[in-house]
């Protein structure tokens, strides 16, 4: 049978047992001592009652012999001796003191007390016969004398027996006292020999027990212990549920732990793209992570024992020790980056974090590879260098300045703009580029705060005279894009030479005057002299003559066209196409269009058709017409023969809606946007396709724009188109 014992209960046991079994022998031994001491004291009592009654038995024969004595000296001599005399009386007294002495020590033994009563009655018997017997030798009574004398000699010869066997008695039950204690002795230490030897079984079977129980299981306990530290399987756990049990299962469960953590930590390392090591005070290699062969080529196994520095670049070397000195010595902590010798002979960046530890006088280290990280950085100081070699020799100046407008960079364009060298221009203030005086605020904010007028992302220009360093002017066009730099908030300010470009307007100008008056005018005359020649006032022409002259007219108008179109656009690029509003009825403008196109649309079969409200609205006519027309007569253009093309008007609120919707070929989706912007045609083919220039759409936008409104179109390829613009109902004069 097996108990479940706890530690405190086994060692309650432990103690519980050998001392009940002490107290039981010490009881048992006690009352044996109790049997020896009582048997002892009986002993004495009965030597003692023994000696006694010798004394006594030998004074009452001295008192015997002296009352003869007495007797005789009488009737001898005729007178008592009077020595012999006191001598009597002195007995007697010494038997009274012997008698009540022994009546002491039988008090308390009922039968002893009984024999010796017997006996004191026979002592008196004889001392009163003694007596008499006296008495009758004083009166010379003989006779009785003599019968005084026969009593006391019977008497005393009964007592004599009496005591003899009373004498007996005691020296028996000494004697059997003598051996009782003998034995009892004999027992004691019987009991003593057997009392201990049970003691020691006890003890070793105790001893056996605990060790069993406890000392194993803390031996299994220690080997545990040893097996955790040499990562060896622990001991199958501990049976029972005692103290011992439950340390077993906690010390199971920590190990378990243990060995997780382990078991992760070992992962990291294991899985860790980083090289991580240990590096003895020596600079010995002690431990290296597998990831040593993916990065460097080297197994860990062959860097073990190895010096770190051997697989340091060698122009590296002797910074990398200064460095890890450092680190050891505790005089800094920061990062190594040094170039390590692969296996295979290639050199890669890394760096080194690590740390010292004292206690185990070995350096730690986590090495990071950071090639990527340098080309990278390479790569960037390329890119720098290329930027700053492009911003150095852009065709614009460039200049960055700080929120209050000093100047911290310019580049070449803008030192070859203004004259300047660069260590004159940087550290000083914007202002001197332009003649202002120095840290005028307005003009600082205007410089710098330019780009908020656009939110700060868009560019604003605008004209303004550099002062160069001769003092002599150039006009630029100066435009500011604030942005936030690695010193925070900064403009960049752009200077244009606007030397050339003006002088490109100047004759874009003369151009244009030159078209407007010098090629229009003449133009204009010649077409009025070719209508002259049409109606036969220089002679009848025949009919060749007649065609000649009516397609010299159309080229020459066609020309005209192009001239108004390309001033039209010149203007609303300039700003100068200015629209004069004044009431207009709809319907009548739009069959006024309709008129001008009709022949057009007769010429190729299309039907022309207007569904538009009778309203008035405040426009520009003539320009609405230019738009419409356009509109119409690009709708004409690319419809199918006998299709409709149809002149539509909507309100919508304070707008009014118009469009022109044919069934022609229709604009794919990503054209919507751009046809309205100059020289912009869907197909190429459509360049001079029955007069086309691109620059209809265009103006009509400037137009709408102007009236406030805007224009679009809603057209699927192969599905037709419907131009549409939108403008209020009143429109306000030159918006
Ligand atoms: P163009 O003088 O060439 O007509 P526009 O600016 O008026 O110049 O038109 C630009 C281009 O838009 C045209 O060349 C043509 O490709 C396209 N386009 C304009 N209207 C239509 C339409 N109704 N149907 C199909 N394409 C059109």
Redesign the pocket.
Known sequence: MRFNLSLTQKSLILVSVPLAFELGFVIQLQSLLHEVERENAREVHARAVSSHLTAFLALMMGNSLTGIMNSLSRSTLGHTDQALNTKMHSNVKAIRQEAAIIQDLVKGYPKEEATFAKLDQLQKEILLAWDNAHQAIATNDEVRTLRMLVTARDVQNRMLSGLESFVEEQQAVEKSEVLSQARNRERLEAYLTIGVALNIILAVCLTFYFNRGTIRRLQVLMDNTVRLAAEEPLNPPLSGDDELAHLDKTFSRMARALALAARQDRAIVDKATDVICSIDDRGSLTRVSPSAEKLWGYPPIDLIGLKYLTLIAPEDQADTLAAFDDIKNGRSDAPVETRVVCKNGDVIDMVWSASWSEEDQTIFCVAHDITVRKQAERLLREAEANVRLVVENLPVGLVIIEPKGGIEFANASCLNLCGFSRSELVGKHISVLFGQSEKDPKFVSEIVNGANQSNGSQKRAWQRNLVRRDKSTVAVEVSTTKFLGTMGERCLVMLVDMTERNEIERMRQEFLSMVSHDLRSPLTSVQGCLELLSTGICGELNEKGQKKLAAADRNIGQLIQMITDLLDVERAKSGRLLIFPGEVELVKLVEQCLDTVRMQAEAVGINLRAEVQDMFIVADGERLSQVLI??LS??I???PAGSDVVVSSRTLAEWVEVR?T?K????ARE?HGK??DRF????AS??G?Q????????I?KAIIAQHGGTIGVD?EEGKG?S?WFRIPVRVTANM
Do not use: E, H, P
């Not at 022609?664 to 604009?667: F, L, M």
């Not at 007069?691 to 265009?698: C, K, R």
């Open positions: 356009n509109l690009n709708a253009k690319f419809s022109v044919d022609g070929r229709g604009i054209f046809i309205f912009q045609q869907v197909n459509d360049v396709y007069g086309g220039t691109g620059l209809g759409l265009a009509c057209s188109s131009f």
